[in-house]
């Protein structure tokens, strides 16, 4: 049985109010603001629990991959060393000029 079909027969209790043109504007512009698809589904969460919560994770994003970038240079850099058994300066030096700058850019966040 299709997920969606089962959940909508579990709701069929129709509940109906009214509203102006300027609350139902507002709750349609909330709806959007809440990134919710469905009408039914944002005014049934904000009936039960009274708020919607939207997080932004764009700054947990960028740390995150700030610290993918950090992870993937210490990869290379050791399998370089295991590789040749030598780390040459040049190589510490990229690798730590790397890892200042995805610091700093953390910090930043």
């Known amino acids: 049985m299709d997920t969606k079909t089962n ?10 109010f009214c509203a102006t043109e300027d ?9 959007i603001d809440s990134c919710m698809v469905s009408l039914s589904a944002y005014i049934r969460k904000m009936a039960i ?18 610290l993918s970038n950090v992870t993937n240079n210490t990869t ?3 399998r370089r060393a295991n590789e040749i058994q030598v780390l040459t300066l040049m190589m510490l030096k990229t690798y ?4 200042i700058r995805c610091g700093m850019r953390l910090m930043e966040l």
């Not at 959940?7 to 209790?13: H, L, Q």
């Not at 629990?49 to 995150?64: A, P, W």
């Open 7 to 16: 959940k909508k027969s579990r709701r069929n209790i129709h509940i109906h």
């Open 23 to 31: 609350e139902a504007t507002l709750i349609r512009q909330r709806k």
């Open 49 to 66: 629990n009274g708020y919607h919560i939207n997080l932004d994770l764009t700054d947990i994003r960028e740390m995150v991959r700030l």
């Open 76 to 78: 290379q850099l050791s």
């Open 96 to 99: 730590t000029r790397n890892i």
